[in-house]
């Protein structure tokens, strides 16, 4: 059962840019949720999302940042016109169903790391 | 809102020491999860640990959510263990999102 699968793993865009980080769950999960870590900082949530549907986005920046998770395809979480500011490692993250009776156990990808140059 | 927080800050350990690292929750939690950042950045899970205790070879994990605080031991470190270890815990009420630690940076040397 592979795991939770991120690309890319490493970005590279110019301020100004748009950046398109792509998150695939987990077999058989229906949860997915994306955090940020700033340099030399810890993991601060963004938002969590169930197919077709956002269900907390209280640490998504207001501007710039959208994240859909669509009946088809991978997550995507978007920046546009990136700043340096934006430069961090974004992780992605999957879980089961809450319905299916099974922990709440967060699964985590590898991550992509977002230099803006 | 959730504070959590994790001591000590920085652990220099020998190779072959043991260790306890400490994560106090401020709200009833039903996730609690303990990860290792190891130097390359990938975030491994160690333990989903809401209450009880639990061992995976090393290391072992116990959380006392009556008193709001886990902790993560490491036997027999080894320069392997080397990293960051984030706590993290999801409010029973807004169980989708975790609330990160700040993290222990545990450096062992040879």
């Known amino acids: 059962n592979a795991g939770v699968m991120q690309n890319p793993r490493h970005l590279v865009r110019r301020r100004g840019q748009e950046a398109r980080l792509r998150c695939s769950p987990m077999k058989g999960h229906s949860h997915v949720y994306w955090y940020r870590q700033l340099p030399e900082e810890g993991l601060k949530f963004m938002v969590y999302l169930q197919k077709e549907n956002i269900i907390d986005e209280s640490g998504m920046p207001k501007e710039r940042f959208s994240a859909e998770f669509p009946k088809e395809g991978p997550s995507i979480l978007r920046i546009q016109q990136v700043v340096r500011g934006d430069s961090a490692a974004y992780f992605c993250a999957s879980s089961p169903p809450v319905t299916s009776g099974l922990s709440y156990e967060q699964y985590f990808g590898p991550g992509t790391r977002l230099t803006v140059t | 809102g959730i504070q959590v927080e994790q001591s000590p800050p920085d652990l220099i350990l020998q190779e072959g020491a043991n260790s306890t690292l400490r994560c106090n929750f401020s709200d009833s939690v039903n996730n609690l999860q303990w990860f290792h950042q190891n130097p390359w950045g990938q975030l491994i899970n160690l333990f989903y640990i809401p209450s009880g205790t639990k061992q995976n070879g090393r290391l072992s994990a116990t959380t006392v959510a009556t008193e709001r605080y886990s902790l993560l031991y490491i036997s027999s470190s080894q320069t392997t263990d080397s990293g960051v270890y984030f706590c993290?815990?999801?409010?029973?009420?807004?169980?989708?999102?975790?609330?990160f630690g700040a993290g222990t940076q545990v450096v062992v040397t040879p």
């Open positions: 993290a815990e999801g409010l029973a009420d807004s169980w989708g999102k975790l609330q």
